[in-house]
């Protein structure tokens, strides 16, 4: 399986913004690249996703090298929500395409300080 | 609020025992997946359906089942429970099984 690497927390201050950093040095071409976050004692959240263009939503901005080996979740203002364990994943299909692992990792523990 | 729901939110039963989980997906999403999560091993892929077709297995025990029925319900069987077998158990549900997912808030099994 494709593999991520996340540092295992990080620190950030409220209404600063947040650079959440993934390397996956072995992604292949038809890999997604998907954030999730979860919040304490609740079930992970879908945050944003992509595949070569950078995206953003309401929750976050994805910002995707160009050689898609890393990629960065942006927070643009923290809050004291924001506090949760945050997952990069590799949605990465089968051979044929008639299925997609999401597979979660340890992510990085996000810490909010007011 | 996801829209997937997952019930009962609270278990506690004794070792040796079986239990049925049940989630009932978002409308309209064909894929339900199984997650386990306990504090020393993180979030667990145990198995995927699409459409009523089992499409993954990840580490799931063979004590362990589930199943996907016609109106997209799932249920996942533990049977022979162990205290090992606490934990949290996610149900997430898509539209289709490449696009994101949106998971239930869970159901604590707690074995005794």
């Known amino acids: 399986d494709a593999k991520t690497t996340q540092p295992n927390s990080m620190e950030s201050n409220e209404e600063e913004p947040v650079h959440l950093p993934c390397n996956h040095s072995?992604?292949?071409?038809?890999?997604?690249i998907h954030w999730y976050r979860q919040l304490p004692s609740q079930g992970p959240e879908y945050v944003i996703h992509?595949?070569?263009s950078n995206v953003n939503n309401r929750m976050a901005s994805l910002a995707i090298a160009e050689d898609r080996k890393s990629s960065t979740l942006i927070l643009h203002r923290a809050t004291l929500r924001d506090a949760a364990v945050y997952y990069c994943?590799?949605?990465?299909?089968?051979?044929?395409?008639?299925?997609?692992?999401?597979?979660f990792g340890k992510g990085t523990l996000l810490t909010v300080n007011p | 609020d996801s829209g997937v729901t997952q019930t009962p939110k609270h278990l506690i039963t004794a070792t040796g025992q079986r239990v049925t989980l049940r989630c009932s997906p978002r409308?309209?999403?064909?894929?339900v997946y199984w997650y386990q999560q306990s504090l020393d091993q993180g979030l667990q892929f145990l198995i995927q359906?699409?459409?009523?077709?089992?499409?993954a297995k990840g580490n799931i025990l063979e004590r362990f089942s589930a199943q996907q029925f016609p109106d997209l319900h799932s249920e996942l069987n533990l049977s022979s429970l162990e205290l090992g077998d606490s934990a949290l158990y996610f149900c997430?549900?898509?539209?289709?099984?490449?696009?994101?997912?949106?998971f239930g808030q869970g159901t604590r099994l707690t074995v005794v």
């Open positions: 992509g595949l070569t």
């Open positions: 997430a549900s898509s539209v289709r099984i490449n696009t994101e997912a949106f």
């Open positions: 994943i590799l949605r990465v299909p089968n051979s044929g395409g008639s299925n997609y692992k999401l597979t």
């Open positions: 409308s309209g999403d064909l894929s």
């Open positions: 072995t992604i292949s071409g038809t890999d997604y």
């Open positions: 359906y699409y459409n009523g077709e089992e499409r």
